[in-house]
């Protein structure tokens, strides 16, 4: 083809270069719209999995107050001693979890009555209590999807190192990191806070029952790093702090109004601000969005 006869091969080249920068452009634009629709699908999601998570906390709370209070004291206590532990920070919020929703099986309709009950257990009803690891695991089975770690975590939170613990018999390392910081916490929390059975005990008696479970009921590490001075320190100063939670022991539906149960700021929430550790009748009310 001659001049003037057509274009030319610059411009020939010149047009091939168009088109093929625009079908770059094209296939960018393409690939920006698919990855902000996957990243706002995905954050949608988890942010739907954490108001489910915060829904089920409400729901402990709407049915045992109690309950609500301890999970929070054994939360603080736990992140104190993961912190310590230097779990990084996806751990620290499966700790933060499993430490909130570890008696959530408690709250069984089959439990309940009993758990709540000021008499002496008998025998079937103390082994129906040892149910509560795994039917609170059940309850948070559907949410295995968004936190693999949590069902499996609150089913453990009973194991013991030495492996004559419940409901697995699961041994040392093989016990998730999460359930044997709770396990530390929650027996730090079960001496120090009365229960109907029992009066409270100081911090120092509950750190040396809890020293003499090392290596038998309790990772001998966590141990060490749990009597360490500056973290039983923040573990006591979080102990008073928190002492407001208490909410008195009652019968089942007393019909009561209870609105002393703490509120905290979730850690698997972005953007929650305030209020950690602060008790909820110091300040309003969540209210829906
Ligand atoms: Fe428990």
């Known amino acids: 083809m001659g001049p003037g006869k057509g274009p030319s091969l610059a411009s020939n080249g010149l047009m091939r270069i168009q ?3 625009l079908a770059t452009v094209g296939a960018a634009t393409a690939a920006a719209v698919i990855f902000k629709n996957e990243r706002n699908g995905r954050q949608a999601a988890e942010r739907f999995a ?3 998570l915060e829904t089920l906390l409400n729901a402990i709370d709407a049915n045992d107050a109690e309950t609500g209070a301890h999970v929070r004291r054994v939360a603080t206590y736990a992140l104190i001693l993961a912190d310590a532990a230097g779990l990084d920070e996806h751990d620290v919020r499966v700790v933060e979890q499993v430490a909130l929703f570890h008696d959530i099986g408690k709250i069984h309709e089959a439990l309940f009555d009993i758990i709540h009950d000021h008499r002496t257990l008998t ?4 082994r129906a209590v040892l149910t509560h690891p795994q039917r609170g695991a059940d309850v948070l089975a559907p949410l295995e ?9 609150v089913l453990s939170h009973h194991e013991r190192w030495n492996g004559a613990g419940y409901p697995r018999q699961l041994k040392g390392r093989r016990i998730p990191i999460s359930a044997r910081i709770v396990a530390i916490a929650d027996t730090f929390d079960a001496i120090t806070h009365s ?12 750190r040396d029952i809890i020293l003499a479970g090392r290596g038998t009921e309790f990772d001998p590490l966590l141990v060490d790093m749990f009597i360490l001075p500056p973290v039983f320190a923040k573990i006591v100063a979080a102990e008073r ?9 009652k019968q089942r539906r007393t019909g009561e109004k209870e609105d002393r149960v703490p509120d905290i700021t979730f850690r698997w929430r972005p953007g929650r601000s305030g209020g950690r550790g602060q008790p909820a009748t110091d300040r309003p009310r969540r209210t829906a969005r």
């Open 19 to 21: 088109r093929s920068t």
């Open 50 to 52: 954490a108001a489910a």
């Open 123 to 126: 025998p079937a009803e103390r």
């Open 145 to 153: 999807a968004f936190y693999p770690e949590l069902p499996d975590g």
């Open 195 to 206: 229960r109907r059975y029992r009066a409270e005990r100081s911090a120092e008696m509950a």
């Open 241 to 249: 702090r928190v002492e407001r939670w208490k909410v008195p022991v």
